[in-house]
């Protein structure tokens, strides 16, 4: 499998080639798990992270931000590395992904802590770029979403199993024992790649400007626009999760473990639906109808007093939507701008989760502490996210309604994003 030769440049597998790599999806979501967890891992042990390094709940929100930081910076790495081939490029970013947990591990400090958060966030939005143009690459025809759904699953199993376990951890043994293991999954992962993911060779260099040309273009501007205003909104709320969880919904912190794996499971339900309806229908319409979901479960939030069963239910919608969009929209992105438009997903996805997570500490201070207020402010921002989804969706030609004859027209012209709207 390893000695397999892909051309980035070919189109997806044929049914034959795609069957022939699950074992490579599979590794490619061993690393989205690991990003996955070592992004979200944090919302669930807040409180004790925030408790060891001496200070306050909004405070410790800069851990969440650094690491969002980390993925708009660590762009970079696809910049420079772009004529490195993908397997290569993935085995790197678990290294860096290694020396970030690990250093989070052993964090003694509030600044120490927030170099090792900055430092594994960095190769995260290049990893899922480099990912979804393998995954694309190893799909049999007409499965594209599905694939790179598949692989974006790691990112949701990680919600669903690894961060409980991490807050498992934090609460019976040590929060530093949670990072530790995502540096051993890092490491784990690395060798997995190696052996299971085919050598794909690069892209052809199109120059240091040719890779930002899809930008020239308003549909990818809106997409990565609604993108980072619909993580603001969701990461108002959802970064301060496990507080809400016990101050409105009532629930002893001994459950909040079991809460995280709830979301984590409906992450993983709308991932997969998203991914399967996206290669059915028009890929900016799936992801607002996801959008829409998760903007109507944050003014639940606001609205609604607060109980066990409602902050449960609560909790699985707004994580449904927030993963039903993943892949629509990482397609979206891989199609019009290759490695690049890929991370450019997360690089929005990060900034929407550390922009998000200031304004809900800010409204948190404001409102003394009322864990109501904080998705009422995400409210207007995942609002503005399906307006401009809803119109990139009516930008898009009639003729393109689903992904799959959308990105076969464009395989087969050679127009690698040109014709993006």
Known sequence: MANTIVNSSNGPATDGEGQGH????????????????????????????????????????????????????????????RRIPPRSLIILFMVIAFAGNALSAVAVNAPMMIVARFIAGFPHGAFFGTATLIAKLLARRGKEAQAVASMVTGQTVAN?????????????????????ALAVCAVVTGVLVRVWVPFIAPAADAGLAGQFAFLRKPGPWMVLVAVFVGNVGIFCWWSYVSPWLQRVGGWPNAMVSALMMLAGFGMVVGGLIGGRICDHWNPGATSALGQFVACMGLLAVFLIPGSHVSTAVLT????????????????????????????????AFNFGNAVGSM?????????????????????????????????????????????????????RLGHHGRDCP
């Open 22 to 81: 699950g074992l490579g999806l599979f590794a490619l979501a061993a690393g989205a798990f690991v990003f996955g967890a070592a992004e979200f891992v944090m919302m669930g042990i807040l409180p004790q992270v925030a408790q060891a390094l001496r200070v306050s709940i909004p405070l410790a929100g800069n851990f969440i931000s650094a690491y969002a930081i980390g993925v708009c910076v660590g762009t970079l790495l696809l910049i420079f590395g």
């Open 160 to 180: 669903m199993l690894g961060v409980p376990a991490g807050t498992l951890l934090a609460e019976h043994l040590s929060w530093h024992l949670a990072f530790a």
């Open 316 to 347: 699985f919608v707004i994580s449904f939507g927030l993963f039903f969009v993943s892949a629509p929209q990482q397609l979206i992105m891989a199609e019009c701008g290759g490695l690049i438009g890929g991370a450019a997903v997360q690089i």
């Open 359 to 411: 304004v809900g500490g800010a409204v948190l201070d404001a409102s003394h502490m009322n864990y109501h207020y904080p998705a009422l402010s995400g409210v207007p921002f995942a609002a503005l996210a399906v307006v401009l989804l809803v119109c990139y969706s009516r930008m898009c030609r009639a003729g393109s309604g689903t992904v799959s004859r959308w990105i076969g027209e464009r395989l």
